[in-house]
T-cell receptor, first 113, second 111 residues
Framework: DGGITQSPKYLFRKEGQNVTLSCEQN?????MYWYRQDPGQGLRLIYY???????QKGDIAEGYSVSREKKESFPLTVTSAQKNPTAFYLC????????????FGDGTRLSIL | KQEVTQIPAALSVPEGENLVLNCSFT??????LQWFRQDPGKGLTSLLL?????REQTSGRLNASLDKSSGRSTLYIAASQPGDSATYLC??????????FGTGTRLTVIP
């Protein structure tokens, strides 16, 4: 079955540590996205990529970095510069047609040790 | 900047009841409006997508309407079931990669 796989499901970060969240899709989608979800707030866009080797900042990119070396993969690194990283992180992908919705993975919950 | 509001924040209904969830947005220049379902600790599942030129979309017991000029959408769920219990999110797309989400309505269907 085609879909989006996020790993790990739970992740803990120590002070001063960088951590990387994995997102892989086999839907052959060009566009991929990272969102952050906090309680009581809507999803907020961190980074997005429309094509391999290209990515753009979203609304809350500070303290995060991404890469897009392969069409299937869009990993997100939460750096030590992100002072409030505790959240639920969601990865999504989308086909080219405007009438196609975004498809989401099951998320990674990041907490601070 | 586009703002999306969903009312109510939470709703409890007895099984079998028909219900309506509301979504409003501030800027009517949208590509489409989407309704998603989110189960606890899970990602989002797309339910319905309404293009800006459309007025409504239907899928099974779900019907979504769009009134772009007034900045409103409703999601109608017929004959609700306990399995419908989840958080329902509304999102509007304003550009190729700009999807603005509401904070959701948490629905509980009581058996």
């Amino acid at each position: 079955d085609g879909g989006i796989t996020q790993s790990p499901k739970y992740l803990f970060r120590k002070e001063g540590q960088n951590v990387t969240l994995s997102c892989e899709q086999n839907l052959n989608h060009d566009a991929m996205y990272w969102y952050r979800q906090d309680p009581g707030q809507g999803l907020r866009l961190i980074y997005y990529s429309q094509i391999v080797n290209d990515f753009q900042k979203g609304d809350i990119a500070e303290g995060y970095s991404v890469s897009r070396e392969k069409k299937e993969s869009f990993p997100l690194t939460v750096t030590s510069a992100q002072k409030n990283p505790t959240a639920f992180y969601l990865c999504a992908s989308k086909g080219q047609a405007s009438n196609q919705p975004q498809h989401f993975g099951d998320g990674t919950r990041l907490s601070i040790l | 900047k586009q703002e999306v509001t969903q009312i109510p924040a939470a709703l409890s209904v007895p099984e079998g009841e028909n219900l309506v969830l509301n979504c409003s947005f501030t800027d009517s220049a949208i590509y489409n409006l989407q309704w998603f379902r989110q189960d606890p600790g899970k990602g989002l599942t797309s339910l319905l997508l309404i293009q800006s030129s459309q007025r409504e979309q239907t899928s099974g017991r779900l019907n979504a309407s769009l009134d772009k000029s007034s900045g409103r959408s409703t999601l109608y769920i017929a004959a609700s079931q306990p399995g419908d219990s989840a958080t329902y999110l509304c999102a509007v797309q304003t550009g190729a990669n700009n999807l603005f989400f509401g904070t959701g309505t948490r629905l509980t269907v009581i058996p």
